[in-house]
């Protein structure tokens, strides 16, 4: 059974950073494409990061120089590196999975809370 779990969320002050971490389990994370995503209250969902199985990246406009989504392959772990927090960022971070050649996420995780105070 694919399980992903997310960590590192938290509270911070605007300006600040976290790195959200999300462990794979029951699949090797290598033949998937992986994407964190987020939902503030109100909001519909966005996607903010994705990896594709060669590395290759694609980040939401917002958070362009900000975030750096990376992997590690060998620890069956994606990682969510967020500098310069700004109050706009909070919401309820998700990571997710799919087979490169899906149209749609089909796994996700429980979520992890980031709050960012101004």
């Known amino acids: 059974q694919v399980q992903l779990v997310e960590s590192g969320g938290g509270s911070v002050q605007a300006g600040g950073s976290l790195k959200l971490s999300c462990v794979a389990s029951g699949y090797a994370l290598s033949p998937y494409c992986m994407g964190w995503f987020r939902q503030a209250p109100g909001k519909e969902r966005e996607g903010v990061a994705l990896i594709d199985t060669d590395g290759g990246t694609t980040y939401v406009d917002s958070v362009k120089g900000r975030f750096t989504i990376s992997k590690d392959n060998a620890k069956n772990t994606l990682y969510l590196q967020m500098n310069s927090l700004k109050p706009e960022d909070t919401a309820m971070y998700y990571c997710?999975?799919?087979?490169?050649?899906?149209?749609?996420?089909?796994?996700w995780g429980q979520g992890t809370q980031v709050t960012v105070s101004s």
């Open positions: 997710a999975a799919r087979l490169c050649w899906r149209r749609e996420y089909n796994y």
